[in-house]
């Protein structure tokens, strides 16, 4: 099967390569592209922890072919650290013990960045609404729910 | 087994590209990129088409065509579309939603497919590379011809009607769903349309509950006869999120509370 040239932007850096054709975004990133941040779990849209935004839209990177992300401005959990600084939902996550296997975190955070980006002050039914589409098996989400405010907090503390 | 994608800039050119052996429709990729990665190798090659019209909604003389590329969340956040909002916030969680398409609901097995539940209920025309056909009608063949739009009548909030029942809050796979639109004039049901999601293997009408309905009031004995003909007809399907049986026995419970909300 012929190779497809895919080439998008991820994480500010522009990326270029061969994939094969129908190879989803998932298996690129992780594969060819190096970026492990989003995570393989069910690979059926059911679980969230390879939500990836796309074009400032949370997208499932399992369920989306890898060739129609051409010129696509893509974020991922692994670039949201700046020169060893951890964004603050890294940071809140961290405070508020919402990670233990961390599995789902890459995705959660995706999750609530497209949600922070569009509503600073959330609501706690906001950030549930928010990450109903991601599953975590060990927190009972509450810690997860809480670091999401602790963000919100905190960012709008640094925008006063 | 690897996959190929071919893009088609119109509409008709995947129809046609549709009609080879192993091809697929690709929309959002929720179901067939899904199906793939599950292991699915009846599927060699996916077909997509870029044409702007698929992804655009009109809303003219209180007539709603929206492209089958649509997503949900463009059909959720449409001020335009705020009566069916409901419905389209139904599907999935939020990375579902910025995926899956308006096309793509018509295709999808029980207990997927809320939005075609809505669709049924509001009379939609599918319109498809081989002509218009009903909502009804479509669901019955749902076959390989490529669904470009759909069509409906807005209703208005007070119309209609639309719940979906999931064990898991906020969002999880139906147990069921029902979508209704009920002509309300002086106290007495006009007529109604009633669909029902995961009590077939796609979404169907409850004829005998609409009969039911017709002339009724909106009252706790105006629709007890609607209320005990609502499984007629039904074929609840057992899978993961519940049996035949517990879906059979919650349908008028849910339908009573819907039609008395």
Known sequence: ?160 | MPLALKTCSTISEAGTALKEAGTRYLGGGTLVVRAANEGDVSVSTLVRSTDPALSSISIDGGRATIGASVTMSAVARHPGLSSIAKVAKAVGGPAIRNMATVGGNLFAASPYGDFTVALLALDATVHTTEGHLGAEEFLAGRDGRVVSAVSFDVPSAEQFRFVKISRIKPKGVSVLSIAALVENAGGKINGARIALGCMADRPIRAKAAEKALAGATLTEEGVAPAVAAIGEGTRPLTDAIASAWYRGEVLPVHFRRLLLE
């Open chain 1, 1 to 160: 099967m012929a190779k497809v040239p895919v080439q998008f932007t991820l994480n500010g850096e522009e990326k270029a390569d061969f994939v094969d054709g129908g190879a989803t975004l998932l298996k690129v990133l992780r594969e060819k592209v190096g970026d492990t941040s989003a995570k393989a779990g069910c690979q059926q849209g059911t679980c969230g922890s390879c939500s990836v935004i796309i074009d400032g839209e949370l997208r499932l990177s399992c369920l989306t072919l890898a060739e129609t992300c051409g010129g696509a401005e893509i974020h991922t959990t692994g670039g949201l650290a700046t020169d060893g600084v951890l964004h603050p939902l890294q940071r809140a996550f961290m405070d508020e013990f919402a990670a233990q296997c961390g599995f789902c975190t890459p995705g959660m955070i995706m999750a609530a960045k497209v949600l922070l980006d569009r509503n600073p002050n959330p609501s706690h039914e906001d950030v549930v609404e928010a990450l109903s589409g991601n599953v975590c098996r060990c927190t009972g989400y509450e810690p997860i729910i809480r670091a999401v405010l602790t963000a919100a907090r905190s960012n709008s503390q640094n925008a006063a």
